[in-house]
């Protein structure tokens, strides 16, 4: 009789029960799709991205459907790192869940004073850094288009904190592997890729865009061919490197070719909106696999996709 | 470009409402649907056995239906709790009634007795049934009427006397004057070309409506643009405004941040966005922010997406 399959995977040095987390801005902090959702099933809550102040977000409208995703420009509103750890945390603390917090800014003072907010908090086992905002003192270049930006929030973030940090990086580049190379060298202990693909939409019939933001980021399954490509170059260049990958993970299957092309965990993003039951599907079916194919445990079919030559 | 906009901003301190996005009574279910019916020329109408969302659905309240699984279009859509039957032969069904948008809908109207369909709800804060206040008068633009045919039946319940306003472009996007007709003491529809009732629009004919009816409460469901010409005449006659908003939605549950609407704090200096799916999507109309939408509200989408 062979022994059941381990879920759990090593994530720079954080022990998870599952390889399956939710994509940041994808579950809120979770207290919502807890009436869905058995947390304990979840490897780590990614939680929405939390600046130094309350950001109100942007104007509606936030969100046009494309085929097979969605368009957003929501603005990250979010209450601000003092609401997180006076109302967020010990709520997530208490459902008995790892935390990853999700820390953004427009300086990287800001990044550097939400860093130094989540110092020694309870629970966050590591601090993915959301680099795809607008930087506010370079002409609002998104700092994940750009190393040398890269790595001074990386590097800023690294001062302040002592658990791992996840760098989480954007496909909008002509290389993610180099910009994934600035925030390693900066700091990240991993990565978190891809964040979402920049697009836009036009009403024909209004001659406007359809998001006040103009343009926005596109995520789903139609993005999903772009994130495992993005997870297997970047595991080609470091492949010793803890990779959460994510991008229109749908169901079990999709979470797999992340798994194959590289990623030692997996996030769930625009399906927790379709089905808020979608984490836990994901875990199940991940077990099912290993079961069907006889596998121990993730780690030994990472980035395992037989590729000739 | 319009009107200028109030400065957005979000302060924990004065979230409103508390929202804390609980709501002990949602679930997730596969459910079947019952019937299918076409109403007048352009609305459907899907009949759905839902025991246990039945028995707690309120009036406003919605549920979240994922359209037919391999489609281009993913998201689930929102849709306005019409009726409930909570005795018949058959076990618990609520009624939706939907148009054509787009692909998401078109899917829905593709169904048929016997499918079965993914469902979330019931979703969203309520209409409130005040008790000292016994002459309401419910609004209706267009599509919007649907979730006031359920609140007039609990009116009724109440004891309330219940009075109708149907506005709509033509007379086949009136939802269901002949129900409304029965339950409403008045019952008044207009149509913008003329074609049924007053010609003209709800706001016409709202003035004189009220001091005939003794209106003191008013319940609005409909576009923005008639929402807030139905809240300023409330605020004129001082009536208070139940206003059941619309919004394009990603999750339906609290995580997304699509639906937010803009919303004066109690204390009137601040607006904040407020969502529409687990905090609305009924709001006292007086709160809302109505010169911080979008200028041109056809870019705003309606209730029920595509």
């Known amino acids: 009789m ?14 998870l029960r599952s390889p399956v987390v939710t994509a940041s801005g994808c579950f809120a902090s979770g207290k919502e799709a807890s009436e869905f959702v058995d947390l304990k099933k979840i490897g780590a809550v990614v939680v929405k991205s939390m600046t130094m102040e309350p950001w109100p977000g942007k104007p509606t409208p936030r969100m046009a459907e494309t085929p097979s995703g969605m368009l957003n420009a929501i603005g990250l509103q979010n209450y601000g790192v003092e609401h997180f750890l006076a109302v967020d945390l010990p709520w997530l603390n208490r459902m008995g869940v790892p935390v990853i917090a999700s820390i953004a800014g427009n300086t990287v003072q800001e990044y550097i004073y939400v860093a130094e907010m989540l110092r020694g908090a309870p629970g966050v086992v590591a601090v993915e850094v959301n680099i795809s905002c607008p930087n506010l003192e370079d002409r609002n270049n998104m700092f994940s288009h750009d190393a040398k930006a890269t790595a001074s929030v990386l590097s800023a973030a690294r001062r302040a904190l002592e658990v791992p940090l996840f760098a989480k990086l954007s496909p909008n580049v002509t290389s993610v592997a180099e910009i994934a190379g600035a925030a390693l060298d900066n700091g990240a202990q991993g990565l978190s890729l891809i964040n979402t693909v920049m697009g836009m939409a036009i009403d024909i019939h209004t001659g406007k865009p359809k998001l006040a933001g103009v343009v926005g980021g596109l995520s789903g399954p139609a993005i999903r061919p772009i994130a495992v490509r993005c997870v297997f170059d970047v595991f080609r260049a470091f492949p010793h490197v803890p990779i959460i990958g994510m991008g229109g993970i749908m169901n079990s299957g999709d979470a797999l070719e992340f798994i194959l092309a590289g990623a030692t965990a997996v996030a769930i993003g625009t399906a927790n909106f379709i089905d808020p039951n979608s984490t836990t599907k994901v875990n199940d079916g991940i077990l099912e696999y290993m079961k069907d194919k006889g596998v121990n445990n993730l780690a030994s079919i990472r980035g395992r996709v037989k590729v000739e030559g | 470009m319009g009107r200028e906009r109030n400065r957005v901003v979000v302060d924990a301190s004065s979230r409103v409402p508390s929202g804390t996005g609980r709501n002990p009574t949602v679930i997730q279910q596969q459910a079947q649907i019952l019937s299918y019916k076409k109403l007048r020329d352009d609305y459907f109408l899907l009949t759905i056995v839902a025991p246990e969302i039945a028995e707690t659905a309120k009036p406003g309240q919605f549920v979240n239906i994922r359209p037919p699984a391999d489609r281009q279009f993913i998201l689930r859509r929102p849709f306005s709790i019409y009726k409930v039957n909570r005795r018949g032969e058959w076990a618990a069904t609520i009624e939706v009634v939907f148009d054509v948008r787009g692909g998401g809908t078109a899917a829905l109207a593709s169904l048929r007795a016997h499918d079965m369909i993914d469902i979330v709800g019931p979703i969203g804060r309520p209409f409130a049934i005040p008790k000292n206040r016994n002459s309401c008068l419910l609004v209706g633009g267009g599509i919007g009427a649907v979730p006031l045919f359920y609140l007039a039946e609990e009116l009724k319940g109440a004891g309330k006397r219940v009075d109708v306003l149907w506005g709509a472009q033509t007379a086949s996007k009136l939802l269901n004057p002949i129900d409304a007709k ?30 005939k009816c003794g209106t003191e409460v008013i319940y609005a469901c409909g576009p923005n643009g008639m929402l807030e010409a139905v809240t300023r005449i409330g605020q004129k006659h001082r009536i208070p405004v139940q206003v059941a908003m619309e919004a394009l939605m990603g999750c339906g549950y609290g995580i997304c941040m699509t639906c937010v609407q803009p919303v004066w704090n109690k204390t009137r200096d601040q607006i904040v966005h407020v969502r529409t799916c687990v905090d609305g999507p009924v709001f006292n109309g007086a709160r809302i922010a109505w010169d911080n939408f979008a200028s041109d509200p056809s870019v705003r989408a309606s209730p029920a997406g595509n």
């Open chain 2, 182 to 211: 029965r339950f409403g003491a008045q019952a008044v529809f207009t149509t913008e070309d003329g074609s049924e009732g007053v010609k003209g629009r709800v706001t016409d004919v709202m003035d004189d409506l009220l001091e």
């Open chain 1, 2 to 15: 062979a022994k059941a399959p381990d879920l759990s995977i090593d994530l720079a040095g954080i022990r």
